[in-house]
C-alpha cells in the first residue's frame, strides 16, 4: 500500500533524512521507532503531506504524493494524528470530529463513521458538546484520533500517541489501535515507547541521525544490538 523509496527531506537548507525505504502493506501496523532527533516526526509530515520540501517518491495506491497538492494527500487515503493533539480548543467535540470528515465521500457517511468513533471511544459521545479545551490530555488524544478516523483513511499516521499520557490512558489508546487494526485501516506509528511500539506491530523500523539503520519483525528489532544502543541506552 505505502511504498517510501529514497526519501530525503529537508528543513529549510538542513536534511533530516537521507534515502529512507519504508513500506506498509495493506491492512498492516508497522512502527518507527528511535531516539529523539531521529527524523520520525519529519518523516510523519512528508507522508502527510506537511513537509514539502522532499526527494525521492511516497507511493500510497500506486500514487506518487510528492506530486499531490498538500491539501489533496487526505483524498488518496492518509490521516495524521500530529504529534501533541493539535485539537482546535474552542470548537466542541462533535464539531472537532465533523470537521475531519471533510472529503466527499467521508461527508456521505460520516453518521455511521461518528457512531463507530463513539463506540470506540465513549467518552466523546459523553462530552460531545463540550469544547475540547476543557478535556483531559488523554480524550484530547481520542478526539485527535476520531478526527483522524472521520476522513475514513486507508492509511493512518499516528505520531507519538503516547507522550504525555497516563499509563492508564495510554493503554486506552493502544487497545484502540488494536480496533482500528482490525477494521484493516493500515497504521504507521511512531513512537518512543520502544516496547508499546513493538507490541502492537507486525513489523517495524529503527530510524536514528535520519537514516533507517534496521528493521525486521518485533522480536528482531528486541534483539538488535542497534536498537539496544540507540533506544534502550545499553
Given at each position: 500500500?505505502?511504498?517510501?523509496?529514497?526519501?530525503?527531506?529537508?528543513?529549510?537548507?538542513?536534511?533530516?533524512?537521507?534515502?529512507?525505504?519504508?513500506?506498509?502493506?495493506?491492512?498492516?501496523?508497522?512502527?518507527?521507532?528511535?531516539?529523539?532527533?531521529?527524523?520520525?516526526?519529519?518523516?510523519?509530515?512528508?507522508?502527510?503531506?506537511?513537509?514539502?520540501?522532499v526527494?525521492?517518491?511516497?507511493?500510497?495506491?500506486?500514487?506518487?504524493?510528492?506530486?499531490?497538492?498538500?491539501?489533496?494527500v487526505?483524498?488518496?487515503?492518509?490521516?495524521?494524528?500530529?504529534?501533541?493533539?493539535?485539537?482546535?480548543?474552542?470548537l466542541?467535540?462533535?464539531?472537532?470530529?465533523?470537521?475531519?470528515?471533510?472529503?466527499?465521500?467521508?461527508?456521505?457517511?460520516?453518521?455511521?463513521?461518528?457512531?463507530?468513533?463513539?463506540?470506540?471511544?465513549?467518552?466523546?459521545?459523553?462530552?460531545?458538546?463540550?469544547?475540547?479545551?476543557?478535556?483531559?490530555?488523554g480524550?484530547?488524544?481520542?478526539?485527535?484520533?476520531?478526527?483522524?478516523?472521520?476522513?475514513?483513511?486507508?492509511?493512518?499516521?499516528?505520531?507519538?500517541?503516547?507522550?504525555?499520557?497516563?499509563?492508564?490512558?495510554?493503554?486506552?489508546?493502544?487497545?484502540?489501535?488494536?480496533?482500528?487494526?482490525?477494521?484493516?485501516?493500515?497504521?504507521?506509528?511512531?513512537?518512543?515507547?520502544?516496547?508499546?511500539?513493538?507490541?502492537?506491530?507486525?513489523?517495524?523500523?529503527?530510524?536514528?541521525?535520519?537514516r533507517?539503520?534496521?528493521?525486521?519483525?518485533?522480536?528482531?528489532?528486541?534483539?538488535?544490538?542497534?536498537?539496544?544502543?540507540?533506544?534502550?541506552?545499553?
Amino acid at each position: 500500500m505505502l511504498e517510501i523509496r529514497s526519501l530525503n527531506a529537508f528543513h529549510g537548507h538542513a536534511q533530516a533524512l537521507w534515502d529512507v525505504d519504508l513500506q506498509v502493506r495493506e491492512g498492516e501496523v508497522v512502527s518507527v521507532i528511535g531516539p529523539n532527533g531521529a527524523g520520525k516526526s519529519t518523516l510523519v509530515n512528508a507522508i502527510a503531506g506537511v513537509l514539502r520540501t522532499v526527494r525521492g517518491e511516497i507511493r500510497l495506491g500506486g500514487v506518487d504524493l510528492t506530486t499531490v497538492p498538500a491539501h489533496q494527500v487526505c483524498a488518496h487515503g492518509v490521516a495524521i494524528v500530529p504529534e501533541g493533539r493539535r485539537v482546535f480548543a474552542h470548537l466542541t467535540v462533535r464539531e472537532n470530529l465533523l470537521l475531519g470528515a471533510h472529503r466527499r465521500a467521508a461527508r456521505a457517511a460520516h453518521r455511521r463513521t461518528l457512531d463507530q468513533i463513539h463506540e470506540l471511544f465513549p467518552r466523546l459521545a459523553e462530552r460531545a458538546g463540550q469544547q475540547a479545551m476543557n478535556l483531559s490530555g488523554g480524550e484530547q488524544q481520542m478526539l485527535a484520533i476520531g478526527r483522524a478516523l472521520m476522513a475514513q483513511p486507508k492509511l493512518l499516521l499516528l505520531d507519538e500517541p503516547s507522550l504525555g499520557l497516563a499509563p492508564v490512558v495510554i493503554d486506552e489508546v493502544f487497545t484502540a489501535i488494536e480496533t482500528i487494526h482490525a477494521t484493516g485501516v493500515g497504521v504507521l506509528l511512531v513512537e518512543q515507547d520502544v516496547e508499546r511500539a513493538l507490541a502492537a506491530s507486525g513489523r517495524a523500523y529503527l530510524l536514528a541521525e535520519g537514516r533507517i539503520v534496521t528493521s525486521g519483525t518485533p522480536q528482531q528489532l528486541r534483539d538488535s544490538p542497534q536498537v539496544r544502543r540507540s533506544v534502550l541506552g545499553q
